[in-house]
């Protein structure tokens, strides 16, 4: 079963800027490759996103795009670093711009979002990835996507240092042992909801 994947780097840092967020959000591409996932990045913060909870907000808006590649994917990886506590503001906006799917309809009369798996990765050196995972996972269930169990993983750093995720010599296992488990789960799942769709 061909599978595929969409990942939405949530970093304030455009392009070229390295990103922590850029580099877990390839992680999880490379682990669900090992599973014959294929997969792209998306740095939200390269493209003109409006705010707005539309589809398309006009103007130049460019969430268009970057939904039609959301819609073909299966599985949703959504990583965000954590700024002041919670998500970045790039990750809200595209939270808020999934709500437009609530009243997208597919074929089978559901949400369009019904039978899509998402999984959340957090980065950042202060606390905050707990409450983070949870509204992103309330965020994204709310809109139709489904949480594989244990569908995330994240790295804080110590307190108040300033060392960041990218700057690690090597990723540390709890993080890569909770990521693995996660794409394990998402693909699982997600080839479960093609087998079985949910009831129309």
């Not at 939904?67 to 790039?90: C, H, K, Q, Y």
């Not at 808020?96 to 979002?113: C, F, H, I, K, Q």
């Not at 965020?139 to 169990?149: E, F, R, V």
Request: proline share 5%.
């Amino acid at each position: 079963m061909t599978l595929t994947a969409i990942a939405l780097n949530c970093t304030l840092k455009p392009s070229p800027a390295e990103s922590s967020t850029d580099l877990m959000a390839g992680q999880f591409l490379d682990a669900l490759s090992e599973h014959q996932v294929t997969g792209e990045v998306v740095r939200v913060v390269d493209h003109d996103v409006k705010p707005g909870v539309e589809a398309d907000m006009g103007d130049g808006d460019q969430w268009p795009t970057i939904r039609e590649r959301i819609l073909a994917a299966d599985i949703l990886v959504f990583v965000t670093p954590t700024w002041m506590g919670n998500m970045s503001s790039v990750a809200a906006r595209a939270l808020e711009r999934l709500d437009a799917e609530l009243s997208t309809e597919g074929d089978d009369g559901n949400p369009v979002l019904f039978g899509k798996v998402a999984v959340v990765g957090v980065v950042g050196n202060e606390d905050g990835a707990h409450k983070i995972t949870a509204d992103l996972y309330q965020g994204l269930n709310d809109t139709g996507y489904t949480i594989p169990a244990q569908g995330g993983t994240y790295w804080n750093g110590e307190a108040m240092h300033g060392t960041d995720y990218k700057d690690l010599d090597e990723t540390p296992e709890a993080t890569a042992s909770a990521m693995k488990t996660a794409v394990a789960n998402a693909v699982h799942l997600a080839q479960a909801l093609k087998t079985q769709p949910y009831p129309s």
